[in-house]
């Protein structure tokens, strides 16, 4: 797109001579790999004579940035999109380039379609790609190669399968939500009853739903479960990490960040914006209030409630500046000895 057009959709100020406003930009790169399509970002006055001899087509910097007059001259034809933030423009001009790139609509050959499947025109669905009856595909999705979609889901607009995802039946994803390889989605939740008669486990129904909001991600190996009677929920904005594990009838809230190998149990409610560290382990019928942050490796034991701003960790999960009076109370313990 114009140079013009995603300063405009990035919210960012356009400070250049006005031959650059009309120039086209295509990807975001390094300075390195920057040729006069790219974008480039810079958040500190010593980067910026390397972004500016690079061959990038625009750079984004600080709105108070002091940059010599000569620099916006027409003659360097270097663009220069002023930010208050520029780590997070950079970020949204690759959003923006990446939607922007070209789509190729169309079933592949190979691929295997239910003739009740109802798929937008502009939809692309990749080689060896399995869709069931009664899926619904809207405009501009991909469907990636080796992704099984089971009967009844509903993908939205824009969203991307890379490639070997499977959705499981009752299963919906809301508008540009991007999956991850070998994530599996819908999948039954680990459920079993005992028998004390005879010391054998029976499986608890998991007949419930999946439904995931808009703009989320979900990494590579992820699995989130399907409810086991009523359903789970993933809200617009999540963030999973690969090889996040979400059990069933978990709720988590709008813009939580999970990182990888963490395993979030059955019953679970994760309110809006916490963030989780790696391999943090949260057991069943847990809560974690808006603005917590989970260090990493901590762990949260069944029915716990943790409320508050800031930091938690250590397990069982606590406040970051108990947890470290702790440490040290032990450190001095051992000394002692």
């Not at 025109?121 to 501009?140: F, Q, Y």
Request: net charge negative; proline share 4%.
């Amino acid at each position: 797109m114009k140079i013009s057009e995603l300063a405009e959709r990035i919210a960012a100020r356009l400070e250049s001579a006005s031959a650059s406003n009309d120039r086209e930009v295509s990807d975001v790169t390094s300075f390195a790999q920057a040729r006069p399509q790219s974008v480039v970002f810079v958040e500190q006055e010593r980067f910026l004579d390397a972004a500016l001899i690079s061959d990038a087509g625009a750079v984004i910097v600080p709105e108070a940035l002091a940059i010599s007059p000569d620099v916006l001259s027409e003659g360097q034809g270097k663009a220069i999109l002023r930010s208050a933030n520029p780590r997070l423009a950079f970020a949204r001009a690759a959003d923006e380039l990446r939607r922007a790139q070209p789509h190729t609509p169309g079933v592949h050959a190979s691929a295997v379609v239910d003739a009740s499947a109802e798929l937008d025109p502009t939809a692309s669905i990749g080689e060896l790609v399995v869709i069931a009856a009664g899926v619904k595909i809207g405009p501009r999705t991909r469907i990636g190669p080796g992704c099984v979609v089971l009967a009844d889901v509903v993908i939205g607009a824009d969203c991307d399968l890379v490639a070997r995802v499977t959705v499981y039946s009752g299963t919906t994803l809301g508008e540009r939500v991007i999956v991850q390889a070998g994530a599996v989605l819908g999948g039954d939740g680990f459920g079993f009853v005992p028998d004390p008669a005879t010391g054998k486990y029976h499986k608890f129904p998991q007949i419930g739903r999946l439904e995931i909001g808009d703009d989320v991600e979900i990494g590579a190996n992820t699995t989130i479960d399907r409810g086991a009677l009523e359903a789970t929920i993933i809200s617009s904005g999540v963030k999973l990490d690969n090889l996040v594990q979400v059990g069933h009838n978990v709720r988590i809230g709008h813009n939580v960040v999970v990182a990888s190998q963490t395993g979030i149990s059955g019953s679970t409610v994760i309110e809006d914006g916490v963030i989780i560290g790696g391999q943090v382990g949260i057991a069943d019928h847990v809560v974690i209030g808006s603005g917590v942050i989970l260090g990493a490796q901590a762990g949260v034991p069944t029915k716990k409630v943790i409320r508050g701003k800031g930091l938690f960790w250590g397990t069982p999960a606590r406040p970051i500046g108990e947890y470290l009076k702790e440490l040290a109370t032990l450190s001095r313990l051992t000394k002692k000895k």
